[in-house]
């Protein structure tokens, strides 16, 4: 797992800064010239093409923040399944129970790139930011997302998340289909606990590596730290704060990719 977050880790960091140097000669050739040659993601290319390139992208992002917060999860997992193995019992592996999980990432990240797809077309974001141009857009945003930590259902969620002797005692099955029952509902009850934080990175920009980490770490704290819940809940009143903010157009609060 450590691995495996490490190479997301550094694809993101090698599209960051291929991203970066593309900013760098928009500059020096000017925005007319580069209009012409496309950009990195350029949406003029076949959409078919653009869509498996974010695709790809919100996939890796995704190993990279949620695996090491579904880590205590998915190594308890292969504890239990070791020890049902070696009292005869039979237990898929642990790979089975982790693939599923990311599966259901998998299919939030194919969602999210037909967004960004659709909202790069529409002009609502930047085709190289991929972050709201409006401020009013991304502050109502920020302001679901905070409103959306106070709320039972996220709390539901985050408590699945945070108990996983209890989770696994709770829905353990034997064999591959009890392994992808399980890893199909941490990874929903994992999506009903962040999906809206994911969704706050069309506010900060997509491929901004310090909200992407920052973001990880929020997660992370939420389901391992102890009191992470209320940390939650604080977190969501800041965010709710700074949306407010932003919709109502107080000065100096802005939080696009370039803040």
């Not at 020890?83 to 642990?94: K, N």
């Not at 939030?108 to 002009?123: E, K």
């Amino acid at each position: 797992m450590a691995l495996l977050v490490a190479f997301a880790g550094l694809w993101l960091w090698r599209d960051y800064v291929a991203m970066a140097r593309w900013d760098e000669s928009m500059a020096a050739m000017g925005m007319k010239d580069m209009e012409m040659e496309g950009g990195p993601m350029a949406t003029s290319s076949a959409p078919a093409a653009y869509l498996v390139q974010a695709f790809v992208m919100w996939l890796i992002m995704m190993v990279a923040m949620m695996l090491p917060s579904a880590a205590p999860m998915i190594l308890l997992y292969g504890k239990l399944a070791r020890g049902g193995r070696q009292q005869g019992g039979v237990f898929a592996s642990t790979t089975v129970f982790a693939g599923f999980y990311l599966a259901v990432w998998g299919g939030f990240s194919a969602f999210a790139a037909l967004v960004q797809w659709a909202l790069v077309r529409s002009g609502t974001i930047s085709d190289m930011e991929l972050a709201f141009g409006d401020r009013r857009i991304g502050g109502a945003l920020l302001m679901a997302a905070g409103l959306y930590q106070l709320t039972p259902f996220k709390t539901a969620c985050l408590e699945k998340c945070r108990s996983p002797l209890s989770f696994l005692m709770r829905l353990w099955r034997p064999g591959l289909l009890g392994a992808a029952r399980l890893g199909l509902t941490h990874g929903l009850y994992c999506l009903g606990c962040c999906a809206m934080l994911m969704a706050l990175l069309f506010v900060f920009g997509v491929m901004n590596l310090a909200w992407v980490a920052c973001l990880a770490v929020v997660v992370l704290i939420e389901k391992v730290v102890p009191g992470g819940q209320r940390i939650g809940w604080l977190a969501g009143v800041a965010v709710l704060a700074v949306g407010v903010a932003m919709v109502f157009g107080l000065d100096g609060v802005s939080l696009g990719a370039s803040g």
